[in-house]
């Protein structure tokens, strides 16, 4: 499916998030050093964790609020709250003050806005692309955001220690920006609830009963369930690209010879070393997301899935033995190997599995492999103070390698569901 041919909300959305991705990833890179810096990396880690825990009920929140209220006005909202978020944190990391505090509570005020755009835009794409072509649009956005990781840090790079306050503050204005682009450009595609009446007689706690009573439906579903803790697991490994992945380069990779020529070399520092790895994460997805989606939907779900678990344990093995900046380069190169396989085909998956009127919050569920990944994975860092870096990465493997288990497993319940379907 061409792009041309796209709904008219998914070519707004493509160009308009792009540039929010992009200037996101200027700085986000770069927060996990200044948190550890700031308050340490006990501190950091625990504080990473607890600013999570809220994102995970947000984001639960937004495929609710996407079912019932639509898909447009919470991306307006979550846009245009995003924006002011960092708006305080520039003010956090201004000339006049100083406040890693305030920024790490406008830091966490982002994340969980961010969840609840996160479910709508996912239920967006399910609303107006046709099952066969999902999973290619999917991985187009996918390949979007993983443009912005390739752009974002090598501008970071240059700007980000000296300019954080001006980059923050571009930030915020970008993401409310594109809130109002939304807001004018955009229409309406979640399909017409019946049961929309909020009447001033319910109690307050009506919306939240409700929640919870299609959380539970959802929950049910044990090929669903199986996929999000399969998911999560998974997720401590991916997770670590801008978490251990920073920390670990920063204190063990030293100034390094890049390349070579007679009496000519080029030497870059520790820190540069991370800004090269993420790149190349970007910059493979970005040019082979949709090429590695259309080889991975010629095989069976299950094996995809399973294998792209297994090569995230070989390549947090890899990441684990060298110092090396072309070791690490070949390490990424596996890890981004692992991340394509199941890009695309992941989310299609979901959108199968999710009835038409639940598909916001189907989706919310299943972002929750993200949110709660998010939330547990900062507690690598100051696991390599208390266990060390061997043993951290080692853990990360095995739990890799236990996600491909319950892939395994997830699949062989879903068959059965089918067959039993299929002859009822």
């Known amino acids: 499916m061409r792009i041309r041919d796209w709904d008219p909300n998914l070519k707004v959305r493509l160009y308009s998030e792009a540039m929010m991705n992009i200037t996101f990833w200027m700085f986000f890179p770069f927060l996990t050093i200044y948190f550890a810096d700031e308050f340490g990396k006990n501190k950091a880690g625990l504080l990473l964790v607890f600013s999570q825990v809220f994102s995970v009920g947000a984001n639960l929140m937004g495929g609710y609020c996407a079912d019932r209220f639509g898909r447009k006005r919470m991306m307006v909202l979550s846009a245009i709250g995003q924006g002011l978020s960092f708006l305080v944190f520039a003010a956090a990391s201004s000339p006049?003050?100083?406040?890693?505090?305030?920024?790490?509570?406008?830091?966490?005020?982002?994340?969980?806005?961010?969840?609840?755009?996160?479910?709508?835009?996912?239920?967006?794409?399910?609303?107006?692309?046709?099952?066969?072509?999902?999973?290619?649009?999917?991985?187009?956005f996918y390949t979007s955001i993983n443009i912005a990781v390739v752009v974002g840090p090598i501008l970071g790079a240059i700007f980000y220690v000296h300019y954080r306050f001006q980059l923050l503050l571009v930030a915020g204005f970008v993401c409310i920006l594109f809130g109002l682009i939304l807001a004018k450009m955009t229409r309406e595609t979640a399909p017409l609830h019946k049961n929309t009446d909020l009447s001033a007689d319910r109690k307050w706690y009506y919306?939240?009963?409700?929640?919870?009573?299609?959380?539970?439906?959802?929950?049910?579903?044990?090929?669903?369930?199986?996929?999000?803790?399969?998911?999560?697991?998974?997720?401590?490994?991916?997770?670590?690209?801008?978490?251990?992945?920073?920390?670990?380069?920063?204190?063990?990779?030293?100034?390094?010879?890049?390349?070579?020529?007679?009496d000519w070399s080029f030497t870059i520092k520790g820190e540069q070393v991370f800004g090269i790895v993420l790149a190349e994460n970007g910059f493979l997805v970005a040019l082979l997301t949709v090429f590695v989606t259309k080889w991975m939907d010629k095989y069976y779900e299950r094996n995809v899935f399973v294998l792209s678990?297994?090569?995230?344990?070989?390549?947090?093995?890899?990441?684990?033995?060298?110092?090396?900046?072309?070791g690490l380069i070949?390490?990424?190169?596996?890890?981004?190997?692992?991340?394509?396989?199941?890009?695309g085909l992941q989310q299609s998956f979901v959108s199968k599995l999710a009835p038409e009127h639940m598909r916001g919050q189907y989706f919310a569920a299943a972002s929750l492999r993200f949110t709660i990944?998010?939330?547990?994975?900062?507690?690598?860092?100051?696991?390599?103070?208390?266990?060390?870096?061997?043993w951290t990465f080692f853990v990360l493997g095995f739990l890799a390698l236990l996600s491909a288990a319950l892939y395994w497993v997830?699949?062989?319940?879903?068959?059965?569901?089918?067959?039993?379907?299929?002859?009822s």
């Open 330 to 343: 070949m390490a990424m190169a596996v890890f981004t190997f692992a991340e394509l396989m199941g890009a």
């Open 207 to 262: 919306f939240l009963q409700n929640q919870l009573k299609d959380y539970a439906l959802i929950i049910k579903d044990k090929t669903f369930l199986l996929f999000i803790l399969a998911g999560v697991l998974a997720g401590q490994t991916f997770m670590q690209l801008d978490l251990l992945i920073p920390v670990y380069i920063k204190d063990f990779v030293e100034n390094q010879t890049l390349f070579a020529i007679g």
């Open 373 to 390: 990944s998010r939330t547990i994975a900062p507690l690598s860092i100051p696991m390599t103070v208390w266990i060390g870096y061997s």
């Open 309 to 326: 678990s297994i090569v995230y344990a070989i390549s947090i093995v890899i990441f684990s033995q060298t110092h090396w900046i072309w």
């Open 410 to 423: 997830m699949f062989v319940h879903f068959e059965k569901k089918s067959a039993s379907l299929g002859s």
């Open 96 to 140: 006049w003050l100083h406040s890693p505090w305030i920024g790490f509570i406008s830091f966490a005020v982002a994340g969980i806005f961010g969840s609840f755009y996160w479910p709508a835009s996912q239920a967006m794409i399910a609303d107006v692309v046709e099952e066969k072509h999902r999973s290619s649009v999917f991985a187009i």
